[in-house]
């Protein structure tokens, strides 16, 4: 059978954790029922991983879509409840493994030396987010490898992938993006056992940039956004680029038609042709554009001066 290690889910908004919860109908299963599948199920996790507490609780529900609903509406607040319980109950010394050992290392916090001993000396932190609706496909261990530790936060997916083979890590990353099917994209940071929050860190800025700069599905690292992540890291850059883009704020139109031009590659016949539009229509458009902004979006240093504004005002 194949392990699950762990699998896309919709995100939460803790500040209203309950809007997505409904009465069930009529035809759902009688309550007790369903609490009796809740308590068979329960006898068979092991509690190792938290996020296949909602597969496991899914499995109660069966095929009845309002369950399911409500199983995902409120299963990551049990997972986050659970979390906070085994942090609680292992604040004393312990030389075992936290259950959530990749969230605990991505976030800097200290584990006992004995676990941190008993990892790979390299680490490939890999960020995925997928661009599908709903919940994804899974990532099996099969996908993922051996020695893999998973975790997730902010609803995106982060892999640490010992990086103890150039062949095996080219390999494992290769499947991920072919996971990805096209719709998402996968930020990676090569870092040392004792470093991978910060390279959990550097992962998520270009994963951020990326998103924001509308690139095409795929594979990215730091040399992927260079430019863009010098800019994010000077503040005064940024506001100064933000202030270029603010005033298109206002025309949402003009607005559309400079994210299609970024996601045509520039290329103005495909833009005019994505947006419906007349090529000469697009052609005032991009006039009015460089009127509003100072920038001309038809000329090579304006449009790249456009596009880094408009990861700067997304991204900040």
């Known amino acids: 059978m194949t392990e699950t290690v762990v699998e896309w889910e919709p995100s939460v908004d803790v500040r209203a954790p309950f809007s997505g919860l409904r009465p069930v109908s009529d035809s759902s299963p009688e309550p007790a029922d369903f609490l009796a599948r809740v308590r068979a199920v329960g006898e068979k996790w092991t509690g190792d991983r938290h996020g296949e507490l909602v597969d496991v609780l899914l499995q109660a529900a069966g095929d009845n879509p309002e369950l399911a609903n409500l199983v995902r509406s409120s299963g990551s607040i049990l997972e986050e409840f659970l979390e906070g319980f085994r942090r609680n109950a292992g604040t004393g010394p312990s030389t075992s493994a936290p259950r959530d050992l990749a969230a605990d290392l991505i976030a800097g916090r200290p584990v006992p030396q004995a676990v941190l001993d008993s990892l790979a000396a390299r680490y490939l932190v890999v960020v995925a987010r997928s661009g599908a609706n709903g919940r994804g496909k899974a990532v099996t261990a099969e ?98 680029l933000v202030a270029v883009i603010k005033p298109l704020r206002a025309h949402a139109v003009l607005w559309e038609t400079l994210t299609a031009l970024i996601d045509a590659d520039y290329n103005r016949n495909k833009a005019a042709k994505n947006l419906f539009i007349h090529r000469s229509t697009l052609d005032y458009r991009l006039q009015r554009i460089a009127s509003v902004t100072g920038c001309d979006p038809t000329s090579g240093r304006g449009v790249q001066l456009l596009t880094a504004a408009l990861i700067a005002d997304s991204v900040r």
């Open 143 to 240: 996908v993922a490898g051996p020695g893999v530790l998973s975790t997730r936060h902010d609803g995106d997916l982060v892999l640490l992938i010992p990086d103890i083979d150039a062949g095996r890590t080219t390999r494992i990353t290769g499947q991920l993006t072919q996971w990805l099917n096209g719709s998402g994209w996968l930020a990676v940071a090569k870092r040392g056992r004792s470093q991978l929050a910060d390279g959990f860190s550097e992962a998520s800025d270009v994963l951020r940039l990326v998103a924001a700069g509308r690139r095409p599905s795929g594979m990215y690292s730091i040399n992927d956004v260079l430019v863009e992540y010098a800019v994010i890291r000077h503040e005064e850059v940024t506001e100064n």
